[in-house]
């Protein structure tokens, strides 16, 4: 069963920049679409960016538009998420997500999730 291991977390003052990874632990590795998904203490889950595995399509939601974006590393099989800017309200546990078929990806309903790493921006 495929493990997805996020990091790249850390502390970063505001107007900084940085790059999560989320790895995936098996051989193979082909999911239909992936996702970065964020939680701030006492706020709800937030979707912060989707990518097609297959094409690399990407789309960034309302939280880091402008700021943010997605790569992917098919042959190393890591899903990236870059993000500059930085803000306060940025600060979060991200984790990223995975769905296996097309049902599955334009549903959001995300099947494998990563632990999370932890992000905190300071002033």
């Known amino acids: 069963q495929v493990r997805l291991v996020e990091s790249g977390g850390g502390l970063v003052q505001a107007g900084g920049s940085l790059r999560l990874s989320c790895a995936a632990s098996?051989?193979?590795?082909?999911?239909?679409?992936m996702s970065w998904f964020r939680q701030a203490p006492g706020k709800e889950r937030e979707q912060v960016g989707v990518?097609?595995?297959?094409?690399?399509?990407?789309w960034m939601l309302d939280p880091v538009r402008g700021r943010g974006s997605l790569s992917r590393n098919i042959d190393e099989k890591i899903l990236y998420l870059h993000l500059n800017d930085l803000r306060s309200e940025d600060t979060a546990v991200y984790y990223c997500?995975?769905?296996?078929?097309?049902?599955?990806?334009?549903?959001?309903?995300?099947?494998?999730w990563g632990q999370g790493t932890q992000v905190t921006v300071s002033p």
């Open positions: 997500a995975a769905a296996f078929n097309a049902e599955d990806y334009y549903s959001r309903r995300y099947t494998t």
């Open positions: 098996t051989r193979t590795f082909n999911p239909y679409g």
């Open positions: 990518i097609d595995w297959t094409n690399g399509g990407t």
